[in-house]
């Protein structure tokens, strides 16, 4: 996904597969959820997104909580994009989590993500959020800012650097059979006219309550900046949590 100066960016860049996506926790397509890893509990993913015509790399990675206390909590991860030249993409996030300082408070999230080690592949965006959980719905809503303003650009090289971010998660539909645990729905939102600005609707199949199966459209609001103009692509993600401690009984 190289620079959109300058018209095809994307295009240009995905073809050679620089860089993508980096996997902080996420609902469909963006980091638009305040759910943050538990602590020691390493989540790893392998996420494809593709249609007949054009594809971005394959991007496995993992992601981990690293604080034991209740009131915040933290994760940090890595993502591996294949095939690129430069593969390694870095995340974090912080939280204060819903409903411990108050009753009825919402979560509230500061994170980095797509940071790239290299100066072409760094498309780090900040992100803030507000989450709540209401009758079992998972809601959340923020903003977004795409710190190098040579990257985040729309399809003409015009500065595009902030946006809105949203998701709603239905509560698990409980399925309970050998193998099936249960079933979720879930949608999200990335705003503006860059290289990251989609929206996606999935269902997971959790055959395990551990291991999870995403599938669903994701379909890109700026189709001049995606692979072969791409209005949509199908996303199906594998995700695995492999704790390193027994939950606490």
Do not use: C
Not at 11 to 30: C, E, K
Not at 116 to 123: E, F, R, S
Not at 159 to 180: M, N, R, T, W
Request: no cysteine.
């Amino acid at each position: 996904m190289k620079n959109a100066l300058r018209a095809l960016t994307a295009l240009a860049v995905l073809a050679t597969a620089s860089a993508a996506r980096a996997t902080p926790s996420t609902t469909v397509w963006a980091p638009s959820t305040t759910y943050t890893q538990p602590y020691l509990v390493p989540h790893l993913t392998y996420d494809t997104y593709f249609r007949k015509d054009a594809s971005y790399p394959v991007t496995t990675g993992l992601t981990m909580g690293v604080l034991p206390g209740e009131l915040v909590q933290a994760e940090v991860g890595f993502d591996l994009l294949y095939p690129a030249n430069d593969p390694l993409v870095l995340n974090a996030k912080v939280t204060l989590a819903e409903d411990k300082l108050a009753s009825f408070f919402p979560a509230l999230s500061l994170g980095v993500a797509n940071a790239g080690i290299t100066k072409a592949t760094n498309y780090a965006m900040l992100y803030a959020l507000a989450g709540k959980t209401i009758a079992g719905v998972s809601l959340a809503a923020g903003a977004y800012y795409g710190v190098d303003d040579k990257l985040w650009v729309d399809k003409n090289g015009s500065k595009d650097q902030v946006g809105a971010l949203a998701s709603i998660a239905a509560p698990p539909i409980k399925v309970g059979q050998p193998f099936l645990d249960s079933i979720v729905l879930s949608a999200d939102v990335q705003t503006g006219n860059n290289l990251f600005s989609a929206g996606g609707v999935a269902v997971s199949f959790y055959v395990l309550p551990t291991v999870s199966v995403l599938t669903g459209p994701v379909f890109f609001l700026a189709r001049d900046t995606q692979p072969n103009r791409s209005d949509f692509m199908w996303t199906v993600q594998l995700d695995v949590d492999a704790p390193l401690k027994k939950a606490a009984q």
